[in-house]
């Protein structure tokens, strides 16, 4: 305004400097100051106006035409040929998180998205009586998406002038869609003269070492341009750790939740060459971790135990390995004492008298090179091979859909379906690209997914309901005397309904603070003091125990206070087999591990699929069909002693006729396999092929 200057052009729009408003923070704008009109009949002036212009912008203006299109104007970067002309390239033009380089049409995500929307409501476990009634129940609307690669970019992310700017004839897209062991290799081959060698003779160092430390720490397979949201828990804390390694800092304190997750054994060794030159350049490193390797390389280990939940918390040991192998009370050193001798069972299933095997022929999604294979049904298999061979390509993207797309066409409806019928018809046309062939698949009753996302979102999801076993305790306290002199009725007892819970919280037994800049604070219910109810409910006993001391029970202290009671007792008890029995029946679910929530949903389905399969057999007098597990890495954030729980847990699955596929990396589970499918024979566009199968002998 003191230059003379009136009107600015702000993020597309004509603005009065005495108008200007103060701009978002977090935001990136563009803001142009407006020189003047041009005035065809008045050329001498409008030469003065593009000058001044072009002065203030060093070389570079903007010319803004009566239907608003602006055109870019450079005496440095221009084409005397086609009259284009372009700003000076700047960094954030190579950026998709720019809106300077972003792809005009998909913003720079690389894709375009249909939704579909439908709406459901979270399993908690409670009757759908209750379900209807529940004046708190949450609703989400959960998107339906369809990823549909943008035509304009071609997926690359970037608009047009940032696709054509190469380096030795080669543009960023194309160098982003190598994998980091292939970039380097393409870094190694540039050769510079000149000026441009000055300028490159510090960068080139720089990417090198960034994309050696990648492949330092098993990961020189990943494609530079792959999408955050594709890749594992283990891959993203990789990613990290490579990342600092970049860095050269000294004297840092590295803490790692368990850095081995998804890495196959020969990559540990790697990982762990990582640390060790972390601690060489004088960095301290703590390690939270349950892999024996990593516990031999350690300088100083702390033990807690000696069990979990309430029956941990305490420091058991701590020193030299030898130390820990030589304390008593220990679970970590008895399981290094005494390994696991396989298989735990004395003898494997056969695979001579499988009646029937599913195939899958011509997979070719993803790295996958059009491969054959098959599972024995009513066995425990297990995938096996280096990180990013193929193994989820082969069960998520292949075995799962084809499994699903063969039930459905015979009338079944499996778990986990595809929710919208444009999906469906999208996967089934694209279904030959995958498998060409899968034989088998009608053996199945259903296919069933078991991972390790939670099973609620909210306080009122909890072990108790989600395992059903609620609704029988709710059941048992209706039928106690002075319930029925009263009157209750199973809602009575249940803390998502009005009657029976306590109306200051809402049966949460906790009210929520809402903190200012600060996350929200959650305090107990003054009222009911934690245990969800009102003093009417509170007052109906069982073995002196309310419905709220129940509520706070341990699973296992659940177990031997109903244990007359088999309807409740027996999940209960299987639950504790399976190492889960410090668990408190009313604890939230969104507090459960990932590893939790996977045994939960386990153990779940082997007390209904036994239930299944007995109602089955009585009504139709026949062997039930299988039903089809699918589970990837189970053994995450498990103790050795919580994975020998767990193979008998999935040994349990199978020994109910049901079929279990499982991608891992543990040699223990791996081990106890009736059959293993080896993919690689390394990671990448060097992998995705079968390597060897049959049994862990076979392999071996």
């Not at 960068?203 to 955050?228: D, H, K, T």
């Not at 499994?403 to 459905?408: G, I």
């Not at 590893?595 to 009585?618: C, D, F, M, P, S």
Request: one cysteine or more; hydrophobic letters at 40%.
């Amino acid at each position: 305004e003191r230059q003379g200057f009136d009107t600015l052009f702000v993020d597309g729009e004509l603005i009065p400097i005495g108008q200007f408003r103060k701009l978002e923070r977090f935001k990136e704008h563009t803001i142009d100051v407006v020189v003047g009109a041009i005035d065809a009949k008045r050329i001498l002036k409008a030469r003065n106006l593009v000058q001044r212009a072009l002065d203030i912008g060093r070389g570079t203006a903007h010319l803004l035409d009566a239907k608003h299109r602006l055109t870019v104007m450079s005496t440095e970067m221009s084409c005397p040929g086609c009259g284009r002309a372009f700003e000076e390239l700047d960094p954030r033009f190579f950026s998709f998180n720019s809106p300077h380089g972003a792809c005009e049409e998909c913003g720079g995500f690389g894709e375009i998205w249909n939704r579909a929307k439908q709406t459901g409501s979270e399993e908690t476990g409670e009757s759908m009586l209750e379900q209807e009634v529940a004046a708190d129940r949450e609703f989400e609307a959960v998107d339906q998406e369809e990823a549909i690669e943008c035509l304009a970019c071609r997926g690359s992310r970037l608009n047009a002038v940032a696709r054509h700017v190469r380096v030795q004839g080669r543009p960023i897209d194309h160098f982003t869609a190598l994998s980091a062991g292939a970039a380097a290799a393409a870094v190694g081959k540039l050769r510079f003269r000149g000026h441009q060698k000055t300028i490159a003779a510090d960068l080139i160092p720089e990417i090198r070492q960034r994309l050696e430390f990648m492949e330092n720490v098993g990961l020189g397979y990943l494609a530079l341009g792959r999408s955050a949201k594709t890749l594992s828990g283990g891959e993203s804390q990789r990613i990290r750790l490579a990342a600092q390694l970049g860095s050269n800092l000294r004297g840092v304190l590295y803490v790692l939740d368990e850095p081995t997750i998804g890495l196959h054994p020969r990559d540990n060794i790697r990982l762990l060459e990582t640390l060790a030159a972390l601690r060489g350049k004088g960095n301290s490193l703590v390690v939270v971790e349950h892999d024996e390797e990593t516990m031999r390389r350690a300088d100083h280990i702390i033990d807690l135990g000696p069990g979990a939940g309430m029956h941990g918390g305490e420091v058991v040991v701590q020193g030299t390995l030898a130390e820990i192998q030589a304390h008593v009370g220990s679970e970590t050193g008895r399981c290094l004492r005494s390994p696991l001798c396989h298989p735990t069972r004395e003898s494997r299933r056969s695979l001579a008298d499988v009646e029937q095997w599913i195939e899958i022929r011509g997979a070719a999604a993803n790295n996958l090179k059009n491969v054959d294979a098959r599972f024995p049904l009513n066995r425990l298999s297990v995938i096996t091979g280096i990180s990013g061979s193929g193994k989820s390509t082969l069960m998520r993207s292949v075995l799962l859909p084809a499994v699903r797309d063969c039930l459905r066409r015979v009338g079944v409806s499996p778990k986990q379906s595809f929710a919208s019928s444009r999906k469906r018809d999208a996967f089934a046309a694209g279904l030959d690209a995958h498998a060409t062939q899968i034989k088998g698949a009608d053996a199945f009753e259903t296919v069933y997914e078991v991972d390790q996302s939670p099973i609620g979102k909210t306080s009122r999801s909890t072990p108790a309901t989600y395992i059903k076993v609620f609704d029988e305790i709710r059941h048992l306290f209706a039928q106690l005397p002075v319930s029925r002199v009263r009157g209750y009725s199973n809602a009575r007892f249940s803390f998502n309904t009005e009657g029976g819970r306590c109306e200051t919280c809402k049966g949460q037994g906790v009210i929520k603070l809402e903190m200012s800049f600060l996350p929200s604070s959650y305090v107990p219910c003054e009222d009911c003091g934690g245990r969800r109810y009102n003093p009417q409910t509170l007052e109906v006993l069982y073995n002196d125990r309310s419905i709220g001391d129940v509520m706070e029970m341990t699973i296992e202290q659940a177990a031997e206070l109903f244990a007359a009671n088999q309807k409740i007792a027996r999940p209960l008890n299987l639950l504790v087999e399976t190492g889960l029995g410090y668990l408190k029946l009313g604890q939230p679910s969104p507090t459960l591990s990932g590893g939790e929530a996977q045994r939960l949903k386990l153990v779940t389905e082997l007390t209904r699929g036994i239930g299944r399969a007995q109602n089955e057999r009585i009504r139709k007098m026949r062997k039930p069909k299988s039903t089809l597990y699918l589970l990837e890495e189970p053994t995450i954030g498990l103790h050795m002693a919580d994975v020998e729980l767990l193979l008998k847990v999935l040994h349990g699955l199978v020994d109910e006729g049901n079929t279990v596929i499982v991608i891992e990396h543990n040699l223990s589970v791996i081990a106890e396999a009736d059959y293993i499918v080896d993919i690689g024979p390394e990671a990448g566009a060097a992998g995705g092929e079968i390597v060897a199968v049959g049994t862990p002998e076979q392999v071996a």
